[in-house]
């Protein structure tokens, strides 16, 4: 069984900066993707960003697009999430996933949650306007 375990999250002022941590443990497929989501409550959880861990090929959503970046460390088991010029909407528990499916040597659907297997316990993202 995989463990993971989230870090990072805090309040912050817009156009801030955070770092989401992910610390994997357990047990883990050889390859995979992992992913970031993030959910407000009443809403639809929102896939942010993935990695294929074959490669490290990485996903990053529209609305995250040029503001956060995937990344992980293969020695000490941990995925990251930097976070820069934060806004307000990007309020949110954000959750760490793994074990998402793959195909033609990528994720085969980054953004959807339902791929996903393993789930962390989330991190929340308070940004002040």
């Known amino acids: 069984q995989i463990y993971l375990q989230e870090s990072g999250g805090g309040s912050v002022q817009a156009g801030g900066s955070l770092r989401l941590s992910c610390k994997v443990s357990?047990?883990?497929?050889?390859?995979?993707?992992m992913g970031w989501f993030r959910q407000v409550p009443g809403l639809k959880r929102e896939g942010v960003a993935a990695?294929?861990?074959?490669?490290?090929?990485?996903y990053v959503s529209d609305s995250a697009k040029g503001r956060f970046t995937i990344s992980r460390d293969r020695a000490t088991d941990t995925l990251y999430l930097q976070m820069n010029n934060l806004k307000p909407e990007d309020s949110a528990t954000y959750f760490c996933?793994?074990?998402?499916?793959?195909?033609?040597?990528?994720?085969?659907?980054?953004?959807?949650?339902?791929?996903?297997?393993?789930w962390g316990q989330g991190t929340q993202v308070i940004v002040a306007s």
């Open positions: 357990g047990y883990t497929y050889i390859t995979y993707c």
């Open positions: 996933s793994a074990h998402g499916f793959i195909r033609n040597g990528g994720c085969y659907a980054p953004f959807q949650g339902s791929d996903y297997t393993d």
């Open positions: 990695i294929f861990t074959g490669g490290d090929i990485t």
